[in-house]
């Protein structure tokens, strides 16, 4: 893409299978800037910076996910791009998805945030565009019980029966594969740091959304290996609790009625 504004993307890594970043570098153009932002405890994959257009920064103190993009974000910003990609180094796209995704939300000034179709390995769809939680959300989505009352639970709160074809615009969207449109995010403030991993994109996207469009955008897809760490590692469980309670404690645990109103205008966009 030679666009006639700046455009730039980072990806954090840490301990990152650096065949998967090349593949991920590959599908950008050298008119796109893109940021490595390296939280691992070394400077080993400082070689994938092997082109003009990647720029890897070692940020070993590893002060998490949305810090270490927020790096790459302020200096975007510096940059004057317009709008920046954050992606996760586990997915896989075709170059293709990039240009369309700028198309879109050039478009619409109103869309602050951009997310395409994510899919597993195997062709399934990753059920990522969320209402707003309450700590039952999360706990259900959890313990996924009691059975009876998960499924129809479930459905509502990822929005399942929604048609699969559908853009819409939805209170949560997942940080592993975004466009920003860098106008909003200087209004709204990027991630808050706070978050170590877990949540964070919850949070931004939800001050988003407060003022622009978060436009779930189902015409394309990306293949995201999704691994559900927090429900297979202990430490990882606890930086989600944590999480989660900075989230509950910033919104409103049992009482949020910013949350119920948004809610209800994001079903009400299907009546």
């Known amino acids: 893409m030679n666009s006639n504004f700046k455009i730039t993307a980072s990806i954090v890594l840490y301990n990152s299978d650096a065949k998967q970043i090349e593949q991920i570098v590959s599908k950008f153009s050298q008119f796109i800037s893109i940021f490595l932002i390296d939280n691992s405890p070394t400077s080993a994959l400082s070689y994938l ?4 257009h990647v720029i890897y920064i070692s940020n070993p103190i590893n002060t998490g996910f949305g810090s270490a993009h927020n790096i790459a974000i302020n200096k975007s910003i510096n940059l004057g791009s317009k709008y920046h990609f954050i992606l996760n180094p586990d997915v896989t796209f075709e170059s293709e998805i990039i240009d369309h995704m700028v198309h879109v939300i050039n478009q619409d000034s109103s869309i602050g945030m951009i997310m395409p179709q994510i899919l597993n390995i195997d062709g399934t769809i990753q ?14 989505r959890k313990l996924k019980n009691p059975r009876f009352f998960f499924n129809d639970f ?8 929604i ?7 939805t209170p949560i969207l997942s940080g592993c594969f975004t466009l920003l449109n860098l106008s909003a995010i200087k209004d709204i403030g990027m991630y808050d740091d706070k978050y170590f991993m877990y949540f964070e994109d919850w949070d ?9 469009k978060t436009l779930y955008y189902p015409k394309i897809s990306i293949v995201h ?44 966009q299907f009546n």
């Not at 479930?154 to 029966?161: G, K």
């Not at 931004?204 to 622009?212: E, F, I, N």
């Open 163 to 169: 048609p699969k074809d559908i853009v819409y615009n």
């Open 204 to 212: 931004l996207s939800r001050r988003v959304h407060q003022k622009y």
């Open 49 to 52: 910076a092997n082109k003009s």
């Open 225 to 268: 290996g999704y691994e559900s760490g927090a429900n297979k590692s202990f430490k990882l469980f606890l930086i989600y609790i944590k999480s989660a309670i900075h989230y509950f404690n910033k919104w409103g645990w049992f009482f949020d009625k910013e949350r119920l109103n948004i809610n209800k205008a994001t079903l009400d």
């Open 154 to 161: 479930i459905n509502y709160y990822e929005l399942r029966n």
């Open 127 to 140: 059920s990522l565009p969320k209402l707003l939680p309450s700590p039952f959300s999360i706990i259900f």
